[in-house]
């Protein structure tokens, strides 16, 4: 089937196109104040002219989005082969207008406030810390399962993670749900059907008392080892007899060991046959495919088998927001689901170098066999244009929030797309609505008062029916004078439901209520140099770092126990420090994990170096960082820390094991 290419009639349509696509790929905050006052001044010709009345602009715009905007345009406007940019006062097209500026009653604070106060908010939503650790070998499970099943076996890894310490656990089925954006009956039904018996296997009923109920929970066992896929395992017999394993099994299973995966399974994946009557309840891993090969198992090439299988199934871990999962996959189908998974797990971050990827080339019929469905079905969802596709869906709208495909080349048997990935934790039209609202009132109503209306917002909505409360006469509340003139443009789109815009305004400033009370104190604290309003400190003590207690946030039981035996605890200390200092780093413990495994003496370098070098230092600097809710900027850690948000200061806490005085 030949791909369908959109081409542009127009410079103007080839510029709007290259918007959206600018829109989803840079900050937002980059977009408006860079992109968004340039407009297309030429009509046609192989030259598109971008023009702005601001010179800096203009070089900005010429030295930072040329290269990009060229590899947008040759997808759908072969006819230009030049992009160039000049400086106007007179436009001859007006700039488009995609938002419109809520009315402030106060002058609005620097840029710069703005952006920190919207950092904040942001990990008070997001809460960028909490991650799940899906497996990336469980991706070459859905073309085998579908999509719904492997989806399914990420909620029931959750339940266990948060319920268990070992494979048995007790949850409800819309526990599971809630982390994968199915339905309950959904998963009642792959249960009914065994569609998950690699994964989870139901083994009972319990019940518990909760508040003077008894709620009845479902028991499930899910196995420590993620299973191999029959491919997989079709593709490692066929290694374990060409190597002969029947004359001297521990011999070949010790050369696997010192192989890459990729020297004995398919990559990039293992296809189904559709040929192959594939079993789901047929669970096999290593030891079962050498036992069907050798037959009876001595203790010694039992252990040599589990490390095996630990060497091609549990390397690689996909780091989930649990900020997607809750709020992102409910908007998504489940194949739209797992295809934002799978593209993320193609991107990478390289702490050595600093590089990054977020983009990937990779053909529709490639795609779609990596997600067990058919190229027409993944075509559907990356429309000719964005925003403009009559027959696109809701859905189709959300996944373009987190990949999009901007160009294309032709190869040998059809079309590569290019394939942009934006980061998963990206926010649902609703949160951001509310975030920008959020924003706008931190940053210009007193902040006692803005909280303190807040407190008293809560206890009303919830002593009658919300569409009461939001239909009665707000204005009878005089902070609400000034807020509602903020709010204008939010209150068009309050829903009536309990996860209104408008309560989730609510939430998030109820939430950071204590980091931006405290910011206040603070300040005044500065200004007037009060420094004996200090609270009291905890006593100090010897304090020193335990790779023992630093290790505990290690989940994976194999890799704590290398950590403890092999990386000093310093050393571990410092890749923490400097991970949680970084504010591109999501998931602090796993880049920490990752550097310490590379170099087990391998020191972070700089600031981080010095701080984990005197523990006892950082612990009480610490302590009245939060105890203060601020920091000089004087001292090491402050210089590190003074700006880091306090989410992330607390999160530091609990990853060095350091005790606060609550």
């Known amino acids: 089937m030949v791909e369908e290419i959109y081409i542009a009639k127009s410079h103007k349509d080839t510029w709007d196109y290259c918007l959206k696509q600018l829109e989803l790929q840079i900050s937002r905050e980059t977009f408006l104040k860079w992109v968004v006052p340039l407009y297309p001044l030429s009509r046609d010709g192989a030259t598109l002219e971008l023009s702005t009345p601001d010179q800096l602009i203009c070089d900005w715009a010429a030295d930072r989005l040329t290269s990009t905007i060229m590899r947008l345009v040759e997808g ?18 007006p700039a488009p207008l995609l938002e419109i500026e809520p009315v402030r009653v106060n002058e609005g604070p620097d840029s710069l406030a703005v952006t920190n106060t919207y950092q904040s908010l942001w990990e008070v939503l997001v809460r960028p810390d909490r991650v799940a650790a899906i497996n990336s070998y469980s991706l070459r499970h859905i073309p ?55 994964f989870v296997k139901k083994t009972g009923t319990s019940a518990i008392n909760d508040n003077g109920q008894v709620r009845r929970l ?151 066999g990596r997600l ?55 926010l649902t039209p609703k949160d951001e609505t509310a975030l920008d609202a959020a924003v706008l009132l931190i940053e210009s109503v007193d902040h006692q008062v803005l909280f303190n209306w807040v407190e008293s917002v809560f206890v009303q909505i919830a002593h009658e029916d919300q569409n009461r409360f939001l239909s009665k006469s707000l204005e009878e509340e005089s902070v609400f004078v000034q807020i509602k003139a903020m709010l204008e443009s939010v209150f068009v789109q309050i829903d009536p439901g309990p996860e209104s815009v408008f309560v989730q305004i609510l939430k998030i400033l109820k939430e950071s209520r204590y980091t931006f009370l405290k910011k206040n104190t603070s300040s005044n604290q500065r200004n007037k140099n009060v420094m004996q309003s200090k609270p009291e400190k905890l006593e100090e003590e010897a304090f020193s770092w335990e790779i023992q207690k630093l290790a505990t946030q290690v989940h994976d039981l194999e890799i704590r126990e290398k950590i403890i035996k092999t990386v000093p605890a310093g050393v571990f200390a410092s890749q923490i420090i400097a991970a949680v200092a970084n504010p591109r780093v999501q998931d602090p413990t796993a880049v920490a994990i990752y550097n310490v495994l590379q170099d087990s003496r391998g020191w972070a370098e700089g600031a981080a170096y010095d701080l984990a070098a005197i523990p006892s230092k950082i612990a009480s600097e610490i302590r009245d960082h939060l105890q203060l809710g601020w920091c000089s900027s004087d001292s090491l850690y402050g210089r590190v820390f003074a700006d880091v948000p306090m989410v992330r200061i607390k999160m530091l806490t609990r990853l060095l094991g350091i005790a606060v005085q609550a």
């Open 76 to 93: 759908i406007n072969p006819a230009i082969t030049q992009v160039v940019f000049s400086v106007s006062s007179k436009p001859t097209a």
């Open 218 to 368: 479902t028991c499930f066992e899910m196995p420590a080892l993620l299973p191999l896929t029959p491919g997989d395992a079709f593709d490692l017999r066929k290694y374990l007899k060409d190597a002969g394993i029947q004359d001297n099994p521990a011999c070949v299973l010790e050369e696997a060991l010192s192989i890459q995966p990729s020297q004995i399974l398919h990559f990039p994946t293992r296809l189904p046959d559709p040929t192959d009557q594939i079993s789901v309840g047929q669970f096999q891993t290593v030891q079962t495919v050498v036992e069907d090969l050798v037959g009876g198992l001595s203790a010694d090439i039992s252990n040599l088998c589990s490390r095996l299988h630990q060497h091609l199934t549990g390397s690689h871990f996909l780091m989930v927001p649990w900020y997607f999962l809750k709020k992102g996959l409910p908007n998504l189908s489940a194949d739209m689901g797992a295809c934002a998974l799978l593209a993320n797990s193609f991107t990478y971050h390289n702490p050595e170098s600093g590089e990054n990827r977020n983009d990937f080339w990779m053909s529709m019929d490639a795609l779609a």
């Open 144 to 198: 085998y399962v579908g999509a719904s099943a492997w989806l399914s076996y990420i909620g029931f890894s959750q339940e266990k993670y948060l319920k268990s310490t070992g494979n048995h656990f007790a949850t409800t089925i819309r526990e599971i749900a809630r982390w994968t954006g199915l339905s309950t009956k959904t998963i009642d039904r792959l249960l009914e059907a065994d569609k998950l018996g690699w």
């Open 372 to 426: 067990g469905t058919t190229p027409e079905q993944v075509r559907s969802w990356f429309p000719k244009v964005m925003h403009t596709h009559p027959g696109q869906s809701d859905k189709t709208n959300q996944l373009s929030r987190y990949i999009t495909r901007p160009e294309y080349k032709k190869v040998e048997g059809g079309c590569s797309w290019h394939f942009v990935v934006s980061p998963l934790a990206s």
